[in-house]
């Protein structure tokens, strides 16, 4: 197994994808640079540049940098393989499906880590650069929960579009719609459908969620938001996770691959 993570990480490393996962990465960067460029126009409305740090960890990386990469990366775990037409050679080999399946998911689960972890270490930062050292390291606790969140969050999207990707044979699109379209509608209404998003359990173990909320235009919604528990929430992401790599490792099992001929 160790021998097959290291051979897709090294492959990941050779191509455009990590790329332009790279530069996914820099567009929350590029935000707090504009913010840090405005300071002064800001600071003119009252508004101090590290106070942004909930706003931002909490809309640009859990609700877009996260499930775009997960979308982006997960949907190709299998379908790469298969557009290249090089998923038949590999179901051929003496390997279980499961085992480079399993090898591939957690080579671009750390690759993407990475990514996460360089990003929001800039963003934060960037935003925290006015304070000093001292209010760079008042906010740490804050940082290493969201890290944390963000690493349970991109292994569960991750798991589900690897699924997407075994299951469809263009996973994009529906992996879009219940990203930005389901999960962006129904996670902040009343109700029990809520239950089905996985933003919601990210929600409850985020630490800044209800920093963000009261600053941003969530506050302005008429009704609470009832979230699960924090060890509800951790085992339901686990669940889904292992749940998913299962359902995707099943499928890869039991379909047949074969290479399309002109």
């Given amino acids: 197994m160790t021998f097959l993570i290291r051979f897709f990480i090294r492959i990941q490393l050779k191509s455009r994808r990590l790329a332009a996962t790279a530069l996914l990465g820099l567009f929350p960067v590029a935000v707090c640079l504009l913010l840090i460029l405005i300071r002064s126009v800001l600071e003119n409305h009252d508004v101090s540049i590290h106070r942004l740090y909930p706003q931002v ?142 933003v919601h359990y990210l929600h409850s173990l985020f630490p800044t969620f209800f920093r963000a909320r009261a600053q941003g235009i969530l506050g302005m919604l008429p009704f609470e938001f009832r979230l699960a528990g924090e060890w509800t929430a951790l085992i339901v992401l686990i669940l889904i996770t292992a749940g998913c790599l299962a359902g995707g490792a099943a499928i890869l099992t039991l379909r047949e691959y074969r290479l399309d001929r002109d």
């Fill in 57 to 198: 960890s909490f809309f640009l990386y859990l609700h877009f940098l996260l499930p775009i990469l997960a979308v982006f990366v997960g949907s190709g775990i299998v379908g790469d393989e298969a557009g290249e037409q090089t998923l038949s050679y590999l179901t051929s080999r003496p390997i279980p499906k499961w085992k480079w399946y399993l090898a591939k998911f957690l080579a671009q689960l750390m690759i993407l880590g990475v990514v996460l972890l360089i990003s929001l270490l800039l963003s934060y930062t960037l935003l925290h650069i006015p304070g000093g050292i001292r209010g760079w390291l008042e906010d740490l606790p804050n940082l290493a929960t969201s890290l944390g969140v963000l690493a349970l969050g991109l292994a569960a999207y991750l798991s589900l579009f690897s699924l997407f990707g075994a299951a469809f044979r263009k996973p994009v699109p529906s992996a879009l719609l219940f990203t930005f379209g389901w999960e962006n509608l129904v996670a902040y209404f009343p109700g029990n459908a809520k239950l089905l998003t996985l």
